[in-house]
Every structure is written in structure tokens, then in C-alpha cells.
């Protein structure tokens, strides 16, 4: 967790991201325990970097933030209900790695160009936009109600391939996002559906002061870095969580199949994202 907890503050991948697969594939903790654990350990490192980024005044876009986490709430809540029941987390891990590495892969591309233009802020904000966004958010919400995560990562695609919006800008808003939205799904399940496990409070309690020290130092860290070195630190997490997806998974014939499609369709749908002329 001072790895996840750093790289939460850091990029737009939450501590999740690094529990949930660890938690579930090496050390064999049910999924429902490392979601929960996911959500609670969150809502302290990632409010701790949340206040940092409010207390150091770094630039974020608010009209990001407010709309996604508007329609992140409705994903959430319909997700935790009924979504999460249907759905095998290890088929959607293998999925979301490969989607999140086929956006990596498409904004490496389009920051090899030297005249690539970035904006801190959405340009011409409008009535269009903001549905773009709540529905972007009402996905991501849905997202992170499997993980404990997802919904900063799905929106960040967004805001830096369609809306190119500054990769400085953009992470520290995904985490105010993820903070809001980790939030509440630990009040989902600690008071309303009240299946929040033993076993995840321990783990949480042991946890509590590396992440809430190291998510902090990450978005300081990242406040202090260039662009392109914040766009190249996000590449290696996704494709060392892609890597680290495979590995732990084994996946099947079948299954390697859905992850190449899903990454041929991904950087179809990322490359016709980047071309489109708002």
C-alpha cells in the first residue's frame, strides 16, 4: 500500500489499482474484501492528497470534477446493486487492463507530435459537454463499483484525448474525483448495505498511516514534475498493470482473445477520440 498509496496521489489510477489485483490473484482475499478494503483505504490517502491539492492551490478544472462525480454517484449506487453481483471481477480486471493500455498507448502517440496543442481547462464549455461528462462519469461510477476504482482512470481518457486537457491538470482533478466517489462507496457499504468485513477493517487500520503520508507526497511529487514526465510515468503503470494482469491471470485462449479485441477496439475508438475536431 505505499506503492499504491503513492501511485493514487500520482497518477490517475487510485490504490486499487495495485490492491485490488494483489489482494485477490496473489494473496487470495475474497473480491468483495479488497473492494471494500479498496474504498476505505482511499477515503484516507486519497482525501489526504485531495487536501494537499486544495492546500497547495494546484490547478484543477472544476467543471471536470463536478459533473463527473454528479453522474459517478448514480453509477456508483446502480452499480454496487446490480451490477456487481453479475459480473466475474477477474474477466473485467483483464478487460479494463486492456482498455486502460490501448488509451496509453494512443496518448503516447499523440504526444510524440511536437505541435500537439493542451489546454488546463475545457475550451468553450457547453450544455453538450456537460452531458459528455455526467454520462462519462455515470460509466466510470459503474466501473468503480466493481474495483474501488475506475471511474478517474475512465474520465481521465477523456479529458486528455478528446478534451486535451493538460496531463497537470487532469490527474489531480481525477483525484478529487476518485476521493468524492471512494467516499461514498465506503458509506455504501459501511452504513447502508452494512457488509463491510472484519477482515477488511484490520487490514485498513494497518494501513492507515503509510497511505495517509505517501498518497499526499505523490501529488506533490507530480505537482513538481513536467508534462511529458508525468505522461510517461502513467505509460509504465499502465503497462506494468497490464503486464502484472497477465501474469497473475493466466488467462485462457478464450480470454486472450477478448483482451486483443478489446485492445484493437480501444485504440480504434482512443485514435478516432484524438482526431475529432471539437
Known amino acids: 500500500m505505499i506503492f499504491g498509496a503513492f501511485i493514487a ?27 471494500n478494503f479498496a474504498f476505505a483505504i482511499q477515503s484516507i490517502g486519497m482525501t489526504s492528497a485531495s487536501l494537499l491539492i486544495l492546500g497547495l492551490k494546484i490547478k484543477v ?12 454517484v448514480f453509477g456508483l449506487i446502480f452499480g454496487t446493486y446490480y ?24 496518448l503516447w502517440y499523440e504526444n510524440t507530435k511536437p505541435q500537439r496543442e493542451v489546454f488546463d481547462k475545457i475550451q468553450n464549455f457547453m450544455h453538450s459537454d ?35 486537457i493538460n ?7 481525477s483525484v478529487i474525483i476518485m476521493t468524492l466517489e471512494t467516499l461514498l462507496g465506503f458509506f455504501i457499504h459501511g452504513a447502508v448495505i452494512g457488509d463491510f468485513q472484519q477482515e477488511a ?9 503509510f497511505v495517509a503520508f505517501f498518497a499526499p507526497l505523490g501529488s506533490f511529487v507530480i505537482s513538481k514534475l513536467p508534462r511529458k514526465a508525468i505522461a510517461t510515468f ?45
Open 9 to 35: 496521489g500520482s497518477s490517475p489510477e487510485g490504490s486499487a489499482a495495485i490492491a485490488y489485483p494483489v489482494f485477490t490473484l496473489l494473496l487470495k482475499i475474497e473480491p468483495a474484501v479488497a473492494r
Open 130 to 164: 456537460m452531458v459528455r461528462l455526467i454520462f462519462f462519469g455515470l460509466i466510470g461510477g459503474m466501473i468503480s463499483s466493481l474495483f474501488g476504482t475506475g471511474i478517474n482512470i475512465f474520465t481521465f481518457c477523456l479529458m486528455t484525448i478528446y478534451y486535451r
Open 83 to 106: 451490477i456487481v453481483p453479475l459480473i466475474s471481477p477477474p474477466l473485467a480486471k483483464l478487460f479494463f487492463v486492456s482498455l486502460w493500455l490501448s488509451f496509453g498507448l494512443i
Open 234 to 278: 502513467l505509460y509504465i503503470i499502465l503497462i506494468v498493470q497490464f503486464i502484472g494482469a497477465m501474469w497473475v491471470l493466466r488467462p485462457s485462449l478464450p480470454h486472450l482473445g477478448l483482451s486483443a479485441i478489446t485492445l484493437i477496439a480501444g485504440l480504434a475508438t482512443f485514435a478516432y477520440l484524438a482526431r475529432l475536431k471539437r
Open 201 to 209: 477493517f484490520e487490514m485498513w487500520l494497518a494501513c492507515i498511516p
Open 167 to 173: 496531463e497537470k491538470v487532469a490527474v489531480p482533478s
Open 61 to 72: 478544472d472544476w467543471n471536470y470534477i463536478k459533473y463527473v462525480t454528479f453522474g459517478g
